[in-house]
């Protein structure tokens, strides 16, 4: 079991920035990918990015490329995601996920942390 916890939410107003925060524990050893996704209110969950940490490989949504970089360090067992340039649209909570090799979807998952942009 790997345990995820993300921090770094808040309010922001447009055009500001945030990063987020997520720090794995447990069986981190295993760990294959992490990655973010986001629910608005009323949507359905939508992925934002993802990382693979054996590789420097990193993905995208097209509406957040150019915008949001994913980073990680091994060593803590954390990735971050630095949000710039934000938009109203960006506000969500915005879920951590992981999983292992033979995975073929996130198993892992944290409690969210909440991103509002205000215009």
């Known amino acids: 079991q790997v345990q995820l916890v993300e921090s770094g939410g808040g309010l922001v107003q447009a055009g500001g920035s945030l990063r987020l925060s997520c720090a794995a524990s447990?069986?981190?050893?295993?760990?294959?990918?992490m990655g973010w996704f986001r629910q608005a209110p009323g949507k359905e969950r939508e992925f934002v990015a993802a990382?693979?940490?054996?590789?420097?490989?990193?993905y995208y949504a097209d509406s957040v490329k150019g915008r949001f970089t994913l980073s990680r360090d091994n060593a803590k067992s954390t990735v971050y995601l630095q949000m710039n340039s934000l938009k109203p649209e960006d506000t969500a909570v915005y879920y951590c996920?992981?999983?292992?090799?033979?995975?073929?979807?996130?198993?892992?998952w944290g409690q969210g942390t909440r991103v509002t942009v205000s215009s």
């Open positions: 447990g069986r981190t050893r295993s760990m294959y990918s």
């Open positions: 990382i693979n940490l054996s590789s420097t490989n990193t």
């Open positions: 996920a992981a999983r292992n090799s033979a995975e073929l979807t996130f198993s892992s």
